[in-house]
Nanobody, 120 residues
């Protein structure tokens, strides 16, 4: 079975920084695109950023220039470095990835989410 486990969330003041991590574990043959989503109270889940298995990245306009997504393929881990945080960045952040187990098709997996709260 494949699992995605996020860590690194918490409470931070406006203008502060936080780094989220998401580690994939289990029966993994290959990991393709890895993504970070977020969902604020009363709002739909939105895509924040993604990184392909070749390293290309893309960001939501609301986080461009402030957030950086990266991955360590040796550790099956994706990171989200968040700088200049704003109260509107407050949300539950979810890791998402396209993972291929051995002898199986590519499947999309979600982590359980980690809370990020930006407040003074």
């Amino acid at each position: 079975q494949v699992q995605l486990v996020e860590s690194g969330g918490g409470l931070v003041q406006p203008g502060g920084s936080l780094t989220l991590s998401c580690a994939a574990s289990g029966n993994i043959f290959n990991i393709y695109t890895m993504r970070w989503y977020r969902q604020a109270p009363g709002k739909q889940r939105e895509l924040v950023a993604f990184v392909s298995n070749l390293g290309s990245t893309n960001y939501a306009d609301s986080v461009k220039g402030r957030f950086t997504i990266s991955r360590d393929n040796a550790k099956n881990t994706v990171y989200l470095q968040m700088n200049s945080l704003k109260p509107e960045d407050t949300a539950v952040y979810y890791c998402n990835a396209d993972i291929q187990p051995p002898t199986a098709r590519v499947t999309n997996y979600w982590g359980q989410g980690t809370q990020v709260t930006v407040s003074s």
